[in-house]
């Protein structure tokens, strides 16, 4: 990589992560490297781009042009670089952020396929339900459940989930079967992350909305915690087909309520970077599509 093009992409890391000292990291830099070449590029221009302090460093406004544009210049050369090898050759890292079971029963047994077809690719998972900074991470690509409230990122919707709630058999036996959404004020109700959590659903049966308040005594912020919890019989929890489907069909867990739906819950690939991903993320996101579409299909 050529010196100005090192110091755009730098630049660029600093300025997602807000640390010279991480953006060194990622790039296999020392933190006096970064800085120098930090250091460097503002003398060059004649500005100053980054405003250091003890605690954090934020772009100036000439940083935020100079940010964007740069953006754009590194990612027409690896659209340059990917054009010219062919889409075969796609090369480099791919670092995708992602829900835990979602995650593992959906988009990671994916993966070895397309990994096959691009084998000098390489995948780092971020595997979590907490709503990590994707740009101070440095994620190329988010899994995303429920409706997106960042407009700043690029988005495509993957797929859509259909939504049940679930209990099991022990807790059933000893609370009783719900018949209507209104019964379900009287039971215990297991509250997740994300959408999962809330404490109000609504019901449709028709075109007729049937919003009802909830109670109950387990809160967790992660799927898997939920998951245990429904699993355990300690209330009745919402989530998707594809998270449960295994558990039902095994016995394990009850799909209550069958003449009432649920919204609907939306996939999205995020792109921490901006509305214009890399080839190699537009491959696997295009890969995902296709996959998750084929499953859908009976």
Known sequence: MSDRLQELAVFVRVAESGSFS???????????????????LEARLGTILLLRSTRRITLTDAGALFSSRAKEVLA???????????????????????????????????????????PLLKVEMAVSDARQDLV???????????????????????????????ASPGYLKARGVPKSPADLEHHDCIFGPGTFGRA?????????EIPVNLQGRIHTNSGPGAFASALAGLGIAMASSVMFEPEVAAGRLVA??????????PV?????????PSAKVRALVDYLVEELRAAESP
């Open 256 to 265: 209550l309520l069958p003449d009432y739906t649920l919204e609907p819950l």
């Open 22 to 40: 991480r953006a060194g990291r990622d790039l296999g830099l020392s933190q006096p490297s970064v800085s120098r070449i930090i250091n460097d």
């Open 268 to 276: 999205y690939a995020v792109f921490p970077g901006g509305p214009r």
């Open 200 to 208: 109000r659903w609504v019901f449709r049966q028709g075109k007729r």
């Open 136 to 166: 101070a991470e440095g994620a190329d690509v988010a899994i995303r459940l429920g409706e997106l409230d960042d407009s700043a990122y690029g988005a495509r919707k993957l797929t859509v989930l259909e939504r049940t709630p679930v």
């Open 76 to 118: 027409d050369l690896d659209d340059a670089e990917d054009a010219a090898r062919g889409v075969d050759s796609l090369r480099g890292t791919i670092r995708i952020a992602m829900p835990v079971i979602y995650g593992m029963r959906e988009i990671i047994p994916k993966l070895a396929e397309f990994l096959a077809l691009h």
